[in-house]
């Protein structure tokens, strides 16, 4: 019997290996032959470790270009014909709109649509953002859909926003952000206090709100509260909505701010700070950040946006505030940095919530029900 191929299909080599490797460990797990189509950069190497094949396909993430993206969908759908997969599995928007024509038009009936979180469609309101989501419910839910594609979300909201039930077991399927593993990523005890050392790591983007992390910082120093931030991430010069690096350089040349660019030391980082902050302003899945400092025992200030606020328990695993106001930041800084114990206790509470759900073998064995009952196979598992 031949073993069933699946093909994913992602903007970057390193998105992929960043966020996405235990889906194909999984289907590795099923005995599928797993391929990835992404742009390759230095990534080829972890992906292949896991015994999944890397196609190259290089494509500008920033061109919208009409006859780019016609150019993309023809060669995406002789790729995806070569791979002959028996499900195609799309990860992030663009990719699912085009690859998810490539797919249709190749013939390929069971296709995912991982949608990671929505980008600029959920962070921002108005007419336009209102159009665009109306034109993208319409690519999604009619020009590329069909009675076996699946949508993969990370959190309940994000469906509702495309006119689907979250309960809808034969539509949507949710799991648990991309699952980190607690065994690897594991609680140590808190620096000494004062000050209140809190990091923001993500990717420099404006949506992540990292100005309004600084501007919080800048408020709780003003109200005497010793608080220090630490930004790690690298500019992404092709992305649009990228932070400019000089900004980024001015605000780390401000009191109480550093800006200490990327990191692969999660743990170091946890070790070293008392808080997790990401002040999202919204297009978010389930943040990977946030699933991080989690499982190294670490409480999370965010906003009140999809897939943060799905996550974190106000009060318990951190604190949720409205998205945009820097101020309300602020006095979580502060109630943080005049309750040290408060960051252990719910820290604490943190890493017991991303046990419950979130881990890397939970999103494994999700994946892999996900995948059987789109080939009429049993859905019972053993984990490996």
């Known amino acids: 019997m031949a073993r069933p191929r699946l093909l994913f299909v992602a903007t970057e080599d390193w998105f992929f290996a960043s966020h996405f490797l235990p889906m194909a460990r999984a289907a590795r797990e099923l005995d599928f032959d797993v391929a990835v189509i992404a742009r390759e950069r230095q990534h080829r190497r972890v992906i292949e470790a896991t015994g999944a094949r890397l196609i190259a396909l290089e494509a500008e993430r920033r061109s919208l270009d009409p006859r780019a993206l ?198 170091g980082v946890w070790r070293n700070h008392h808080l997790c902050i990401l002040p999202s302003r919204g297009g978010e899945g389930l943040p990977r950040t946030i699933l991080e400092a989690a499982s190294c025992g670490r409480p999370i200030l965010t906003t009140d946006v999809p897939g943060c606020r799905s996550f974190v328990r106000d009060g318990q695993d951190g604190m949720v505030v409205p998205a945009g106001d820097a101020a309300a930041l602020a006095r979580a800084l502060i109630v943080f940095a005049r309750a040290p114990a408060l960051a252990e206790r719910m820290g604490a509470s943190a890493r017991a919530r991303l046990i419950d759900g979130h881990t890397e073998r939970d999103v494994m064995n999700a994946i892999k029900a996900l995948y059987r009952s789109m080939l009429g196979r049993p859905t019972t598992d053993v984990v490996a």
């Open 70 to 267: 016609f150019r993309q969908i023809v060669t995406l759908k002789r790729l995806i014909e070569a791979e002959r997969p028996d499900i195609l599995h799309c990860i992030a928007l663009k990719p699912i709109a085009l690859a998810g024509l490539a797919g249709r038009l190749a013939g390929v009936e069971r296709r995912v649509y991982a949608l990671t979180g929505l980008g600029f469609l959920g962070a921002k309101q108005g007419f336009v953002a209102s159009a665009a989501r109306l034109a993208a419910t319409l690519w999604l839910r009619g020009a590329i859909d069909g009675p076996q594609v699946r949508f993969l979300f990370e959190n309940p909201d994000d469906p509702v926003t495309l006119g689907l039930d979250p309960q809808d077991k034969n539509k949507v399927a949710l799991v648990g952000g991309a699952g980190v593993d607690p065994l690897i990523l594991m609680p140590e005890p808190m620096p000494a206090t004062p000050p209140l050392k809190v990091a923001l790591v993500a990717r420099m983007l404006w949506s992540k709100g990292i100005d309004l992390a600084v501007e919080a910082i800048r408020l709780a120093r003003a109200e005497g509260a010793r608080v220090e931030l630490t930004i790690h991430g690298a500019p992404d010069p092709s992305n649009p909505k990228a932070i400019p690096e000089d900004t980024l350089k001015q605000w780390a040349s401000r009191p109480g701010i550093i800006w200490a660019g990327p990191t692969r030391d999660i743990e």
